[in-house]
């Protein structure tokens, strides 16, 4: 089994790092991944993504050519990252910034609303970790439990201070998933 | 052994320093500028490391010419336009005979180019790349494992021959994050004493190191030393890895990244259709060139499929192993292009059943 997932965004939402996490993890859990961030002639205030390919066997390729998930927290890589996914793919998307006009027939998508969930949360630098929390929900690609015990290691002493509300919205995040099993 | 999930950047960097590296110089250039930039933040907390951004490539290569002479160990490293530049200061450390790690985080060409992986600089860093009768020592690793690994294993090569040593790796390489087991220093083991580094004469007869030997039957002789040292390496230091070779009817020949790409071609193939039969060799020394690996595979197998990121560079030196013997495929993607394994598949699959239609006829 080799899966790839594109996580793209606006520079600043914590697209880079929400994949290095996923990254991290998949490392925890004993299977092969790399992690291929965009790099290019961007600009300040422009779109950033990454690429994270988790396997069960050794990874060839790192880029995400037909992608079997894509992640946007924004317009513009919900309406690009889109075209780049498998027929039958799964297309996660931040519903708190994305209209879902123009959505591609054969694929699955599901929106979250992460920035108010967050709010919720007493946090917004914490929507990156809800929508974490939301794909890993909709993926199965990891065990979420070993996951959620990792955090801390993966985080890092320099995150000690957000852990708790990082934790707390990547349960949000799988939990929104589960309560809503029906796109609702 | 804990495993860290690094950028390929950071890990050549981090196992410089584990080699005991304590001089970087260089000049910042896009794709390998996380390398500097992890160096900049490492070196000072290593005792006597040195880290210093030169004003121009060639600063920096002869500043490692340099530190090195002063029995150092020292790195550089830029990308395809930048290791140009570099080309002069690499041809005096071969002369003088210093050791010295240059990485090349390939981009591609010509001219300024693009910053996407390629692996345009073969014929440049196999063929010497600066002037005169030399060969570099080009290490071609295919993961950011061992882009650790082979950057540590680097400086021991160097010293060991007194001889510059590339790291040759490219965009992809160098910007992607994979799992790393750090190499790490045997404990108790010492570096050798070097007999020929400049340290003050107190005490001691004075040395002279240099490139400029104007006597043309002491340059011949040294022309002919260089050449010895190579074989001494060629016979000790040439690495390749095989893989599937068993059985295989048709054998894949690609470094790097494009070896990582054939290796998911070839297990993609070979699920899919068991009829078709592929292997592969992968140059990890891509100079030395593995010779005779390829030429112990022709005298089973017929077809070789070589795979490049270029117009074919590499390719020339399989021709030069096999002497004619064989069938030998190319498919290359020049130009910062980095085809799927699927892609990549196709291709090797309707040679490979071309060959055997050809055979049975």
Known sequence: MLIKTIFSGFGGQGVLSTGQILAQAAMLQGRFVTYLPSYGAEVRGGTANCTVTISDEEIASPIASEPEFVVALNQPSFSRFQN??????????????????????????????????????GNVKVANMIMLGAFIAVSNLLAFDRMLKHLPDILGAGKAKLLKANQEAFERGYHFIEEHAHGD | ????????????????????????????????????????QRLPEVPGGVFIQAESELAAINMVLGASVAGARAMTSSSSPGIS?????????AGSEL??????????????????????????????????????????????????????????????????????????????????????????????????????????????????????????????????????????????????????????????????????????????????????????????????????????????????????????????????????HFYGRPGGVVPSARELGRSIARRYYQAIRKRKQ
């Not at chain 2, 495993?3 to 910042?28: N, R, S, V």
């Not at chain 2, 530049?85 to 450390?93: D, P, V, Y």
Request: charged share 25%.
């Open chain 1, 84 to 121: 780049l996914l498998h027929s039958g793919g799964f297309l996660l998307y931040n519903s708190s910034l994305v209209e879902p006009a123009f959505v591609r027939g054969d694929i699955e998508t599901r929106g979250v609303p992460i920035t108010e969930l967050a709010q919720k949360i």
């Open chain 2, 1 to 40: 052994m804990t495993k860290k999930l690094m950028y390929g950047t950071h890990a050549i960097g981090e196992a410089a320093i584990q080699a005991g590296c304590t001089c970087y110089f260089g000049y910042p250039i896009t794709p390998q500028n996380e390398l500097p930039e992890y160096m900049s």
């Open chain 2, 85 to 93: 530049l570099k080309q002069e200061g690499i041809s005096f450390l």
């Open chain 2, 99 to 328: 050791p010295a790690v240059i990485v090349n985080i390939m981009r591609g060409g010509p001219g300024l180019g693009n910053i996407a992986p390629a692996q345009s600089d073969y014929f440049q860093a196999t063929r010497g790349g600066g002037h005169g009768d030399y060969r570099l020592v080009v290490f071609a690793p295919a993961s950011v494992q061992e882009m650790a690994d082979l950057t540590f294993h680097a400086f021991d090569v160097a010293d060991e021959y007194r001889t510059p040593v590339m790291i040759l790796g490219d965009g992809m390489l160098g910007q992607m994050m994979e799992p790393v087991v750090m190499p790490k220093p045997r404990k108790g083991k010492k570096a050798a004493e070097k007999d020929y580094i400049l340290t003050g004469a107190k005490g001691r007869p004075a040395r002279l190191v240099k490139s400029l030997i104007l006597d043309t039957k002491d340059m011949e002789e040294h022309n002919w030393k260089l050449v010895r040292k190579f074989k001494r390496i060629e016979e000790r230091e040439t690495r390749w890895e095989g893989y599937m070779l068993d059985d295989a009817e048709m054998v894949v020949i690609a470094y790097g990244t494009a070896a990582r790409i054939a290796r998911g071609a070839i297990n993609r193939l070979r699920r899919e259709d068991s009829n078709l039969r592929v292997g592969m060799i992968r140059p990890i020394t891509v100079s030395p060139f593995p010779v005779k690996a390829i030429r112990d595979a022709a005298q089973t197998i017929k077809d070789f499929f070589v795979f490049e990121m270029s117009t074919g560079q590499m390719v020339d030196d399989v021709r030069l192993a096999l002497e004619g013997q064989g069938t030998i």
